[in-house]
């Protein structure tokens, strides 16, 4: 696009970590909801999507947070939220320290060349050792800029609410400091589908992240070898919306069938172009998929 054309985006943030460091319950602190509740098991199973707006310096900024699960079998989930990520937050238990999936995701941090800001959490409690975790960072290249090295520590608590503040000032500064945010919001739509299910009553449904352009109610859109049109979008807080500008995150609904995770989608002219482009995906698909069964 033209660079004129280009305005200012929020950044898409990634919260990463090790299972049960706080990842959820520290989103949950940041948007004053209650996901953790809610969970079956207290375990994060699909990446979760929330826009969070803050004031810095009498500026209101928003920040595009995406929730990913620590266990260690949601591997490809893991590397798909690094992939449609601006900035990698790593969170880590401050009682618990590093531990095997802290490390998996500073790795698909690193690979996705992004900035990783470093959340120490649970600094509330007793056992909590926060140097103790700079100390373990530092053996796997993340230096504290307080040691003279270029990676922000923040002490955060989520059930205190501790250190918040200075956290999304980290990102918000890091954001400013290394980053291009903008994106073209007059074009048709395009991003990625970062989680998508079968839901009983609404059919499918598809979070999807807009990279570019905007998404209105009524587009026709691809997603992967799925198509549709946009029925109707809702926000992270259940309000219904019927643009989603970048770096909105949105479920939609209206899709004729469930896209995969990591989808790119398009909006395209028609329902009819849609239809085609989804059908020659799938066509492409089961032949590739033929080909490797059958070697
Ligand atoms: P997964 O999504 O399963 O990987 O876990 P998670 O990283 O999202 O952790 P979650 O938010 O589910 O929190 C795990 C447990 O730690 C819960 O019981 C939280 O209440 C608790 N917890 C999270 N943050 C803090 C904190 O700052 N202090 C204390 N004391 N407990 C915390
Ligand atoms: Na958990
Ligand atoms: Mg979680």
Redesign the pocket.
């Known amino acids: 696009g033209d660079e004129d054309d280009l305005e200012s985006r929020p950044p898409v943030v990634t919260v990463m ?10 989103l ?1 602190a940041l948007r004053h909801a209650n996901v ?1 509740a809610g ?1 079956a098991g ?3 199973q699909a990446i979760g999507a929330y826009q969070v707006a803050t004031e810095i310096g009498d500026v209101e900024r928003r920040i595009t947070f995406i ?1 990913t ?3 260690e079998a949601f591997t490809a989930m893991r590397a798909r939220g690094a992939k449609s990520t601006d900035i990698a937050i790593l ?1 880590v238990a401050a009682d618990d320290g590093v531990m095997p999936q802290t490390i998996e995701a500073l790795n698909h941090a690193k690979a996705a060349d992004v900035p990783i800001v470093v959340a120490v ?5 007793e056992t909590a050792d926060p140097v103790k975790v700079r100390g373990e960072m530092t053996e796997y290249g993340l230096i504290p800029e307080e040691y003279g090295g270029d990676t922000m520590f923040v002490d ?5 609410h501790q250190g918040l503040d200075n956290l999304l000032e980290a990102i918000v500064l890091t954001a400013d400091a290394a980053l291009d945010l903008r994106a073209n919001p007059d074009m048709p739509a395009q991003g990625v589908a970062i989680e998508a299910h079968l839901d009983k009553g609404r059919g499918p449904v598809a979070t999807v992240l807009v990279h570019r352009g905007t998404l209105r109610t009524g587009d026709s859109i691809v997603a992967g070898s799925a198509h549709g049109r946009v029925r109707a979008m809702i926000t992270d807080t259940g309000e219904t919306v019927d643009e989603a500008p970048p770096s909105m995150p949105v479920q939609v609904l209206g899709l004729t069938s469930v896209p995969g995770a990591g989808d790119n989608f398009l909006v395209v002219e028609d329902d009819r172009m849609a239809r085609q482009i989804a059908d020659k995906r799938e066509a492409r698909q089961r032949a590739a998929f033929l080909a490797k069964t059958t070697r």
């Open positions: 970590g090790h299972v049960d460091h706080g990842k959820t319950k520290l949950d953790v969970e207290g375990i994060t929730d699960p620590g266990h969170v959490n649970k600094v509330d409690k955060v608590s989520a059930v205190t």
